[in-house]
Antibody, heavy 122, light 107 residues
């Protein structure tokens, strides 16, 4: 079964760029036509969808973050990546990657990675 | 953007109780509504998708209903492992959005 694992620096300085990777195991990222999403959760708070990238590279971003977000797929490494520029303390959160499954016109997130905590601080 | 509002925000209940959590969308989302369960320190996991389809492997005590703007998650008989936070999420259109969560606690 497919498993996702996020990785990246746990500490990022304000105004710098947050870069995370989601490594997919148990299946080839290019074998199915999936969207891969990034979702974040500040400590003790709710979930915010950041955006998604399609296996072939198409993207959709949350307008609230669109100017700062870039997502991409590296099929040779079976990885999905997230870059968020000009970070502030408000970007401190647990960051999850998740695959989007589809049934007809319905879609949902499954599975999720375990998450990686990113703290923005000098 | 579509706003999702859950109620209540928190709920105390006992093992064996029947519990209902509601989720309202700011516009019609047909049946494009999913429910997730999140335990402390863990990633969310899907419980119900397409408003009423229980994820394979999840107990039949969980059920979902609704369409349009109003949805419910029902747990027919609470078990100790059900105490967690529950989120609804609309997948009708991007940007996808989640409810603020309902924390289910032991009474």
């Amino acid at each position: 079964q497919v498993q996702l694992q996020e990785s990246g620096p746990g500490l990022v300085k304000p105004s710098e760029t947050l870069s995370l990777t989601c490594t997919v195991s148990g299946g080839s990222i290019s074998s199915g036509n999936y969207y891969w999403s990034w979702i974040r959760q500040p400590a003790g708070k709710g979930l915010e969808w950041i955006g998604r990238v399609y296996t072939r590279g198409d993207t959709n971003y949350n307008p609230s973050l669109k100017s700062r977000v870039t997502m991409s797929v590296d099929t040779s490494k079976n990885q999905v990546s997230l870059k968020l520029t000009s970070v502030t303390a408000a970007d401190t959160a647990m960051y999850y990657c998740a695959r989007e499954r589809r049934l007809g016109s319905n879609n949902w997130f499954d599975p999720w990675g375990q998450g990686t905590l990113v703290t923005v601080s000098s | 953007d579509i706003q999702m509002t859950q109620s209540p925000s928190s709920l105390s209940a006992s093992v064996g109780d029947r519990v209902t959590i509601t989720c309202r969308a700011s516009q019609s989302i047909s049946s494009h509504l999913n429910w997730y369960q999140q335990k402390p320190g863990k990633a969310p996991k899907v419980l119900i998708y397409a408003a009423s389809i229980v994820q394979s492997g999840d107990p039949s005590r969980f059920s979902g209903s609704g369409s349009g703007t109003d949805f419910t998650l029902t747990i027919s008989s609470l078990q100790p492992e059900d105490f967690a936070t529950y989120y609804c999420q609309q997948s009708y259109t991007t940007p996808y959005s989640f409810g603020q969560g309902t924390k289910l606690e032991i009474k």
